[in-house]
């Protein structure tokens, strides 16, 4: 562990922690790692006398409640790692003041609630890992529509219980590549949902409970050149669904219902011998 006062880099993992403010950290400290600790709570004020901080490893602890304006006092942090704690919610003010972070990472909790304008501080955020929490719905109004994360390019809500998707609700996250929702409950796609994303790349939605895709339900993707819809309940996919999907590369569909797809769901530029890798497996289908 790094004690020197102009120490860059402070290791406390796997230390016993209960109380953070136990422990006194340099001013001039750039990277704190206090993974693998017992805390409970992050206190507001802790970080009052970091102002080089940049990456911040809470990781692996037992956190459950992180105090308003926690982390107000350090506006230069670029990684903030929460992941695998015991986090419930997110509240208008946890994570306030933080208007350089990059990267926010909240896999692992049991997080269900999302205040609105939680977010509104994080206009330079370009990657959100939310993976394995328990929201069931998206919560509109959490990003400043006068200052919108122009710069996220990666969304990740792996294995939560979300629903449906409210149109609209990405329009403002316009350089997204990248957006993974797989093993969630989503039942459909609205009309016009993606119309915004033409900078999308990789779209996820495998294991979920998604039956048809019409014409415009993926309408606008012109970029995309990965879409996994395997192991869902598919059994329809209408002529047009993927149109706009002049791009794609790597289409996988196994594992749902289909017992017929017409090759009129594609561009007429488009061929699916032009598609390099294109999975149909496990389905009862009879091609057109």
Same mark, same amino acid.
């Given at each position: 562990?790094c004690t020197a006062?102009?120490c860059s880099?402070?290791?406390l993992?796997h230390q016993?922690?209960?109380?953070?403010?136990t422990?006194?950290?340099?001013a001039g400290?750039e990277?704190i790692?206090f993974?693998?600790?017992?805390?409970?709570?992050?206190?507001?004020?802790?970080?009052?006398n970091?102002?080089?901080?940049k990456?911040?490893?809470?990781?692996a602890n037992r956190?459950?409640?992180?105090?308003?304006?926690?982390?107000s006092?350090?506006?230069?942090?670029?990684?903030?790692?929460l +992941?695998?704690?015991d986090?419930t919610?997110?509240?208008?003010n946890?994570l306030?003041g933080l208007?350089?972070?990059?990267h926010?990472?909240?896999?692992?909790?049991?997080i269900?609630?999302i205040?609105?304008?939680?977010?509104y501080?994080?206009s330079k955020? +370009?990657?959100?890992?939310?993976?394995e929490?328990?929201?069931?719905?998206?919560?509109?109004?959490?990003?400043d529509?006068?200052?919108?994360p122009v710069y996220?390019?990666?969304?990740?809500y792996d294995k939560?219980?979300?629903?449906?998707?409210?149109v609209?609700?990405?329009?403002?996250?316009?350089?997204?590549?990248?957006?993974?929702?797989q093993?969630?409950q989503?039942?459909?796609l609205?009309?016009?949902l993606?119309?915004?994303f033409?900078?999308l790349?990789n779209l996820?939605?495998?294991s979920?409970k998604?039956?048809?895709?019409?014409?415009k339900?993926?309408?606008?993707?012109v970029n995309?050149k990965?879409?996994?819809?395997?192991?869902?309940?598919i059994?329809y996919?209408?002529?047009?669904g993927?149109?706009?999907?002049?791009?794609?590369?790597n289409?996988?569909l196994?594992?749902n219902?289909?017992?017929?797809l017409?090759?009129?769901?594609?561009h007429?530029?488009?061929?699916?011998?032009d598609?390099?890798r294109?999975?149909?497996?496990?389905n009862?289908y009879l091609?057109d």
């Amino acid at each position: 562990m790094c004690t020197a006062f102009e120490c860059s880099y402070i290791d406390l993992r796997h230390q016993g922690i209960e109380d953070i403010t136990t422990f006194v950290i340099p001013a001039g400290t750039e990277k704190i790692d206090f993974q693998f600790n017992n805390m409970l709570t992050i206190p507001s004020g802790y970080f009052i006398n970091m102002p080089q901080l940049k990456h911040l490893n809470l990781g692996a602890n037992r956190i459950e409640n992180v105090s308003d304006f926690a982390f107000s006092n350090i506006s230069g942090l670029t990684g903030l790692n929460l +992941e695998n704690n015991d986090l419930t919610i997110i509240k208008e003010n946890t994570l306030k003041g933080l208007v350089n972070l990059r990267h926010l990472l909240l896999w692992h909790n049991d997080i269900h609630i999302i205040e609105e304008k939680s977010f509104y501080d994080l206009s330079k955020l +370009e990657r959100l890992d939310f993976r394995e929490n328990d929201m069931d719905h998206l919560i509109e109004n959490i990003f400043d529509p006068l200052q919108p994360p122009v710069y996220l390019y990666d969304i990740d809500y792996d294995k939560n219980k979300i629903k449906n998707f409210t149109v609209g609700y990405f329009d403002v996250m316009t350089a997204l590549t990248r957006l993974d929702f797989q093993q969630n409950q989503i039942e459909e796609l609205s009309n016009n949902l993606f119309l915004n994303f033409s900078n999308l790349e990789n779209l996820i939605l495998q294991s979920n409970k998604l039956q048809f895709i019409y014409e415009k339900s993926l309408k606008g993707l012109v970029n995309l050149k990965s879409l996994d819809l395997s192991t869902n309940l598919i059994i329809y996919i209408e002529e047009k669904g993927f149109y706009d999907l002049s791009k794609l590369e790597n289409l996988d569909l196994h594992g749902n219902y289909l017992t017929t797809l017409s090759m009129n769901i594609f561009h007429p530029s488009v061929q699916p011998g032009d598609i390099s890798r294109f999975d149909m497996s496990n389905n009862p289908y009879l091609c057109d």
